[in-house]
């Protein structure tokens, strides 16, 4: 059982039992879904067509800042849960993400879809705003 509650008047927090009898305060966090895209650049990834197979659905994907990237100040580095690199966050997409993520919020993506077409896996995805 938890219960939302403020603590100090500045964050919220949620009061919680683990149903072991053991309970305590922690704080309060939710992802926020912000947009879907796709991931840039598969075609440019070596051994792409390999990686395709152990990317699924639902797969979390964590992304990186790249200030110094030399074609593109708001550049956003994707990158699975083994730390291979897929691609970037299309350069039409990336400028409010790299914002936040330079502002220290935590930005991460979801694999809602992926496809073969010719020569590019197409990964469709989810950005969302971890906050706390």
Same mark, same amino acid.
Do not use: C
């Given at each position: 059982?938890?219960?939302?509650?403020?603590?100090?008047?500045?964050?919220?927090?949620?009061?919680?039992?683990?149903?072991?009898?053991?309970?305590? *305060?922690?704080?309060?966090?939710?992802?926020?879904?912000?947009?879907?895209?796709?991931?840039?650049?598969?075609?440019?990834?070596?051994?792409?067509? !390999?990686?395709?197979?152990?990317?699924?659905?639902?797969?979390?994907? !964590?992304?990186?800042?790249?200030?110094?990237?030399?074609?593109?100040?708001?550049?956003? !580095? *994707?990158?699975?849960?083994?730390?291979?690199?897929?691609?970037? %966050?299309?350069?039409?997409?990336?400028? %409010?993400?790299?914002?936040?993520?330079?502002?220290?919020?935590?930005?991460?993506?979801? %694999?809602?879809?992926?496809?073969?077409?010719?020569?590019?896996?197409? *990964?469709?995805?989810?950005?969302?705003?971890?906050?706390?």
């Amino acid at each position: 059982m938890s219960d939302i509650i403020k603590k100090n008047n500045d964050y919220l927090r949620i009061k919680y039992t683990d149903g072991h009898g053991l309970s305590g *305060i922690k704080p309060f966090q939710r992802d926020i879904l912000l947009f879907d895209t796709h991931i840039a650049g598969t075609t440019h990834i070596e051994g792409m067509d !390999e990686l395709e197979k152990h990317i699924h659905i639902g797969d979390r994907l !964590e992304f990186y800042r790249q200030q110094d990237n030399p074609y593109d100040t708001n550049a956003i !580095e *994707i990158r699975n849960d083994m730390n291979v690199k897929l691609g970037y %966050v299309p350069k039409a997409d990336n400028i %409010v993400f790299s914002r936040l993520m330079d502002a220290g919020k935590l930005l991460y993506g979801k %694999v809602i879809s992926k496809e073969i077409l010719d020569n590019w896996v197409k *990964i469709r995805i989810e950005i969302y705003l971890h906050e706390i």
